[in-house]
């Protein structure tokens, strides 16, 4: 306890003002609560938001429903092998534009640009510091932005299948397969991304594609979050992961090519967002 004299000589006591113990904090600690903040909640999303992905996967998967129909219902036994070749080739294209996308965005640019940064950017830089906030997610909010990229193939091969005559349709078949599994699996990328980081509660049929490597496999994607996160971009199946700088080198080479032309260093707003979490 303090005394201080006033004029008239008589002591006062006064409160010490330093602390008997160490401060407490009343901020939340720990990792959970920091990364907390750079996951967007569900209740932050704006309305408008939230309209155009449920208005995006509505029309969507109704694409996607009524193009399988009449793929149905046009089917031949002698398609079958122009069918395999049309799904595998729109499988792998969509597993590589989900790598090309994903190696842009991890790579080149920065948050700071305007409206592009913060829209799209910003994302996979957060989901390098909290992997597991996609899970978080739900189907929705998950899934909204891949359905609207897919509504203008998917629209015009209905229209295809309104207006074409049958020989025009039948000539077309293998066209039409590739482009609706190039379709699908786009349309599914980040909700079979999101399942990579889910490691309890999977459904089984889940888990088995997942083994056979027909979508993204958990073990597999864990590669490209090792820092410095340069590897292993494709996110749909995997398949074309070996396209990486430490097998065939396509990536870095890109990167070279991209950096020559730019001026631009690979991956250093990634690495300053890394060391922000330090």
Known sequence: MAKMVNDNGCGQDLQSTEPNGPARSTAPRGPQQVLGKLDVHLSLVSTGKRCQEWISVVLCFSLIAFNFCHLLALFHLG??????????AGILTADFASGLVHWGADTWGSVELPIFGKAFIRAFREHHIDPTAITRHDFIETNGDNCMLTLIPLAHMAFNFLTFSPAELCHNYPWHCYVMALAIFITLTN???????????????????????IILPRKHHRIHHVSP????????????????????????????????VTGEKPRSDDLKWAHKTK
């Open 79 to 88: 398609h079958m092998w122009y069918i395999l070749l049309g799904i595998v």
């Open 229 to 260: 996160h340069e590897t292993y971009f494709c996110i749909t199946t995997g398949q074309l992961a070996e396209l990486s700088p430490r097998e065939l080198g396509f990536w870095s080479k890109l990167e070279d090519l991209t950096q020559s």
């Open 191 to 213: 909700q079979i991304h999101k399942w990579s980081h889910t490691y309890f509660g999977l459904p089984g049929w889940v888990v088995f594609l997942q083994n056979c490597h």
